[in-house]
């Protein structure tokens, strides 16, 4: 193996560009969200931020010809810097997708980069009149938001996660190899791109994924609980039975404080594909006459295009002047974040505070959880930390399931082609 020294110029004959930490941050492109995730080693390397699949191939070339895998130097790989456990650092190289943020929609299906940021992707959708479930962070990438989750609240229950909408991609290997992959080429590699297991073969540097029309309108409302609707909440069982609720409606739970209000909040939230009517309808049959009650004046109601709503987490500035979507890249979100967020948003979002986030999958007979996370927040009211305290409990179940399930029939099944017996199979 030559020296780091060597291996920088490798790298930078190809205009790969290279960036050592030496005990300081990282550039903009490749921050994380939150200061918890490890700096790359100053004695190693830092990171390593590519632009194409081209610089992608020569990197893991030269990374492979140094040897480093073998040298048990931490390799980790980032695209946008929203992570649930800042998994995209290491203490050692990162290498950084977030100039890479290439993205069109094509035959229905929307081909992106992984440093395509959230923002982006909202802008490219709604230029095409597409939809697709994905989260609501603009900062969040591409590449690890669409291999890992792509959770939606509103979309979810009925098209699955944004993750069980992939339908290829591209994926270089850790040998430098670059692969097209769907369901007639390396389908395997597909089945590991619906989940994310591909960081186990390479680097994903394009995610394929099909499309629905955009909605004609969508409706939602929030609903700040006192402490006794909450208990109604918890008494009448709504969590549990929220799963049997029309697809078309997701009910949610969301914990966080109000500057200059001391206590905390918990917001219950429905959004829907039907009607406020319709929807209230829905809730008072399956969830009951008390609970429908919270939310049956339907003047209250929110009723406007995906869009709309997959614009409350921006500034006054860019939801009225929406052409900024598109210029709204992982550098420039990390430069001037008060320009592009609403203030709670950016709080929670880009405050840059030592808070690792955590997303858990839960069962549905959570009820008990409702008042829990109410004392926890109140148990921590008047901390400085509370305006980064967040918590979200969201109603899943519907398609999502049925795509898992069916994803779980075909593993088992190849198993027993095989004669093997999988451990832990559900009965």
């Not at 697709?132 to 938001?145: E, I, R, S």
């Not at 007639?184 to 499309?211: D, Q, Y």
């Not at 697809?247 to 917001?267: D, G, V």
């Not at 399956?286 to 429908?292: I, M, N, Q, S």
Request: glycine share 8%; hydrophobic share 40%; with cysteine.
């Amino acid at each position: 193996m030559g020296s780091k020294a060597s291996f920088i110029k490798d790298l930078e004959a190809y205009r790969i560009d290279v960036y050592e930490t030496k005990g300081g941050p990282l550039p903009l492109n490749a921050v994380m969200h939150d200061v918890a995730a490890e700096i790359p080693d100053l004695n190693i390397i830092g990171s390593i931020t590519v632009l194409t699949d081209l610089h992608v191939i020569q990197t893991l070339q030269i990374i492979k010809k140094y040897d480093l895998y073998s040298k048990n130097i931490p390799i980790s790989v980032k695209s946008g810097g929203h992570g649930y456990f800042n998994g995209a650092t290491c203490n050692g190289i990162m290498i950084n997708l977030a100039k890479m943020d290439r993205r069109y929609v094509k035959d229905n299906i929307l081909h992106a980069d992984p440093g395509c940021a959230g923002a982006q992707t909202v802008d490219t959708l709604s230029k095409n009149k597409k939809a697709l479930p994905h989260g609501d962070c603009f900062g969040v990438g591409a590449g690890g938001h669409f291999i890992t989750a792509g959770w939606c609240i509103i979309l979810a229950r009925k098209y699955g996660l944004g993750t069980q909408n992939v339908v290829g991609g591209q994926i270089v290997l850790w040998d430098g190899e670059e692969v097209l992959v769907n369901e007639n080429s390396h389908p395997e590699l597909l089945h590991a791109m619906r989940g994310g297991a591909a960081a186990g073969v390479g680097i994903v540097t394009e995610v394929h994924l099909k499309l629905i029309d955009e909605p004609d309108f969508v409706t939602w409302k929030w609903t700040y609980l006192s402490l006794p609707q909450i208990k109604t909440c918890v008494e009448q069982n709504a969590f549990r039975k929220a799963q049997d609720l029309p697809r078309e409606i997701t009910m949610a739970f969301r914990y966080f404080f109000k500057p200059f209000q001391l206590e905390p909040i918990c917001s219950f939230n429905i959004q829907s594909l039907l009607t406020p009517e319709e929807t209230i309808a829905a809730v008072k049959t399956t969830l009951g006459p008390e609970v429908a009650a919270v939310i049956d004046d339907v003047s209250a109601w929110n009723r406007g295009t995906l869009v709309d709503l997959r614009m409350r987490p921006a500034s006054d500035l860019v939801n009225n002047n929406r052409s900024m979507l598109a210029d709204m890249s992982i550098t420039a979100l990390h430069s001037t974040p008060d320009i592009y967020w609403e203030q709670g948003s950016l709080l929670r979002e880009m405050a840059r505070l030592y808070f690792t986030s955590i997303s858990h999958w839960v069962v549905p007979e959570s009820e008990t959880m409702l008042l829990d996370l109410y004392d926890a927040f109140d148990a921590v009211k008047v901390t400085p930390a509370r305006d980064r305290m967040y918590a979200l409990l969201i109603q899943g179940g519907g398609r999502k399931n049925e795509l898992q399930d069916a994803k779980l029939d075909k593993v088992f099944e190849k198993y027993n082609r095989k004669g093997w017996t999988p451990v832990g199979k559900p009965e």
